[in-house]
């Protein structure tokens, strides 16, 4: 199979009512979107245009959609990519555990990101004029965020 899309299981153990209160610091996906199944118990929070926390609470069985960087780079910036976290939920909740199952989608490797010219305008210019690979730009974030 080619690409570097993944299915990912994550736990959040229960935690002690006095406990660290971020489980997932703020962050963005490189990906292109993030499909997020399983989003029902408490913690995800998104980061608003006025820099404040909004927290997701998701009816069930519905799947949450975050844009991801490479998103974000082929429309020149007019879908932002979506920054998020987990935190813990109300103390009466902390004995539980969290589970969600993130899809995280990417453009094959050798997809040449271009910007798309219906996202550029004279008032919105080309961010990002030179094109850039698919695999290159997920190792160049990779390295920027210390993970490889």
Known sequence: MDGNSIL???????????????????????????????????????LDRDGQWLAISPPPGSV???????????????????????????PERRGFPRYSTPFFLHFNPDFDIVTLPSCISRDRPNLFPEPLNAQDFLEIRLKEIKLI
């Not at 006095?18 to 929070?45: F, K, M, S």
């Not at 844009?67 to 920054?83: A, F, H, Q, Y």
Request: a negative charge; one cysteine or more.
């Open 8 to 46: 990912r299981l994550l736990h959040y153990p229960p935690v002690p009512q006095d406990g660290p209160n971020i489980r997932a610091g703020a962050h963005a996906d490189i990906n292109v979107i993030t499909l997020l199944l399983g989003a029902e118990e408490a913690g995800l929070e998104v």
């Open 64 to 90: 949450v959609c975050n844009i991801g960087d490479m998103l974000e780079r082929l429309t020149n910036k007019v879908l932002p990519s979506t920054i998020h976290r987990v935190v813990n939920p109300a």
